[in-house]
């Protein structure tokens, strides 16, 4: 039965056979259908993601294993400068013939073949998303912005202060100002 082939990450298993040991290799690069990550960061849509890997035969299905790599844009968490990342995540998975027989209520669904062939896109947005820093920055160096001004710290001078005052205190500076600043009393 030769069914269409759903996602560009559908990796027809066709020509291997049911017998464990049996191997096929797969290399494909793909287009990203969708943005794959977290908001900071991300490997955008139409971004190219390659795998390079194998897929083997094992009793109850096939297990692929497979290095994903692409290139991640985001912004650093410390100044907002925009930033790329290098992805190398490492995927493996196991796809069943059947619904396990043995699954447990609380587990998820596995991963089914379908068609003749596997979808990657589930395993390689699980690694993809486990790859990523959850706060990227530009460099170890970054000293982000000023909390007062916005500005990047590393690009104002070393005496860069600001006044501020304390909000419990700043009535006080007020009457000050009522008073003229004579700071006399009375």
Same mark, same amino acid.
């Not at 996602?7 to 464990?20: C, G, K, N, T, Y």
């Not at 027989?101 to 587990?107: G, K, M, Q, V």
């Not at 170890?140 to 710290?153: A, I, Q």
């Not at 001078?157 to 205190?169: A, C, E, L, Y």
């Given at each position: 039965?030769?069914?269409?082939?759903?996602?560009?990450?559908?990796?027809?298993?066709?020509? &291997? $056979? %049911?017998? /464990?040991?049996?191997?096929?290799? !797969?290399? $494909?690069?793909?287009?990203? /259908? #969708? %943005?794959?990550?977290?908001?900071? !960061?991300?490997?955008?849509?139409?971004?190219?993601?390659?795998?390079?890997?194998?897929?083997?035969?094992?009793?109850?299905?096939? =297990?692929?294993?497979?290095?994903?790599? @692409? !290139? @991640?844009?985001?912004?650093?968490? %410390?100044?907002?400068?925009?930033?790329?990342?290098?992805?190398? @995540?490492?995927?493996?998975? =196991?796809?069943?013939?059947?619904?396990? &027989?043995?699954?447990?209520?609380?587990?998820?669904?596995?991963?089914?073949?379908?068609? #003749?062939?596997?979808?990657?896109?589930? /395993?390689? $947005?699980?690694?993809?998303? &486990?790859?990523?820093?959850?706060?990227?920055?530009?460099?170890?160096?970054?000293?982000?912005?000023?909390?007062?001004?916005?500005?990047?710290?590393?690009?104002?001078?070393?005496?860069?202060?600001?006044?501020?005052?304390?909000? %419990?205190? @700043?009535? =006080?500076?007020?009457?000050?100002?009522?008073?003229?600043?004579?700071?006399?009393?009375?």
């Amino acid at each position: 039965m030769s069914g269409s082939i759903a996602s560009e990450f559908a990796i027809s298993i066709h020509d &291997l $056979r %049911r017998q /464990p040991g049996e191997m096929m290799e !797969i290399n $494909r690069s793909f287009p990203s /259908p #969708e %943005r794959i990550g977290i908001d900071i !960061i991300a490997i955008e849509v139409n971004t190219e993601i390659s795998i390079s890997g194998k897929v083997e035969s094992v009793s109850t299905g096939v =297990l692929a294993s497979c290095q994903v790599e @692409a !290139i @991640a844009t985001g912004e650093c968490v %410390r100044c907002l400068d925009p930033l790329t990342l290098p992805i190398h @995540a490492f995927i493996q998975e =196991l796809f069943y013939y059947s619904v396990p &027989l043995d699954l447990e209520e609380d587990e998820d669904e596995p991963l089914l073949i379908s068609d #003749e062939s596997i979808d990657l896109l589930a /395993p390689i $947005r699980d690694g993809v998303i &486990l790859d990523l820093p959850l706060t990227p920055h530009c460099s170890e160096e970054c000293l982000g912005l000023c909390p007062d001004c916005g500005e990047k710290v590393a690009l104002n001078p070393g005496d860069h202060v600001h006044q501020s005052i304390d909000p %419990r205190w @700043a009535a =006080l500076g007020k009457l000050e100002q009522l008073d003229g600043g004579s700071g006399q009393e009375g």
